[in-house]
T-cell receptor, first 113, second 110 residues
Framework: KAGVTQTPRYLIKTRGQQVTLSCSPI?????VSWYQQTPGQGLQFLFE???????NKGNFPGRFSGRQFSNSRSEMNVSTLELGDSALYLC????????????FGPGTRLTVT | EDKVVQSPLSLVVHEGDTVTLNCSYE??????LLWYKQEKKAPTFLFML??SGIEKKSGRLSSILDKKELFSILNITATQTGDSAIYLC??????????WGAGTKLIIKP
């Protein structure tokens, strides 16, 4: 079974731009969660989608948004990028709502200059 | 505010040693506790704990949960250099939201 895939793997953007990251979950998984990871901060939960509906949202500004498609693929968008948005963005999929066994993708390394 | 605290933040031991990693939590409406290992990029799932006192075991790794004292430990016996990683603990609340600890960075010296 193919694992969780994320594209692109690396991205360099300048302040003020916007970016869209993509996540394809494991086949059959309906839940996709997004996380931001920065050195020393651990994993910060962004949001979770299940069956195309946002079920949970972390404490991030409205510049961070996402959506999920009918095939469970998910996208995350960050508008008006700031230097502090530089991080590793991980998505994780699970069969049911997050909390059960989650499988992480390799992440997208975003650098904002 | 819900929080998960892992200790120590970092640990350096020699191959063959046994290590114990700690995860304490203050989470309203606890549902379960998860352990992950993160080597380079993606964390990989180790254990899910929901009941107190029942040890989960996988090879040299084991974990147990104490819901009365609100903590979990992850034990690794006969450590190997391949065990070097960041070990992450997360608690799931009743809304299925995960609250993550900052992780313990474990370095195993040959």
């Amino acid at each position: 079974k193919a694992g969780v895939t994320q594209t692109p793997r690396y991205l360099i953007k300048t302040r003020g731009q916007q970016v869209t990251l993509s996540c394809s979950p494991i086949s059959g998984h309906r839940s996709v969660s997004w996380y931001q990871q920065t050195p020393g901060q651990g994993l910060q939960f962004l949001f979770e989608y299940f069956s195309e509906t946002q079920r949970n949202k972390g404490n991030f500004p409205g510049r961070f948004s996402g959506r999920q498609f009918s095939n469970s693929r998910s996208e995350m968008n960050v508008s008006t990028l700031e230097l502090g948005d530089s991080a590793l963005y991980l998505c994780a999929s699970s069969f049911s709502l997050a909390g059960w066994e989650q499988y992480f993708g390799p992440g997208t390394r975003l650098t904002v200059t | 505010e819900d929080k998960v605290v892992q200790s120590p933040l970092s640990l350096v031991v020699h191959e063959g040693d046994t290590v114990t990693l700690n995860c304490s939590y203050e989470v309203t409406n606890f549902r379960s506790l998860l352990w992950y290992k993160q080597e380079k990029k993606a964390p990989t799932f180790l254990f899910m704990l929901t009941s107190s006192g029942i040890e989960k075991k996988s090879g040299r790794l084991s974990s147990i949960l104490d819901k009365k004292e609100l903590f979990s430990i992850l034990n690794i016996t006969a450590t190997q250099t391949g065990d070097s990683a960041i070990y992450l603990c997360a608690v799931v609340d009743s809304n299925y939201q995960l609250i993550w600890g900052a992780g313990t960075k474990l370095i195993i010296k040959p």
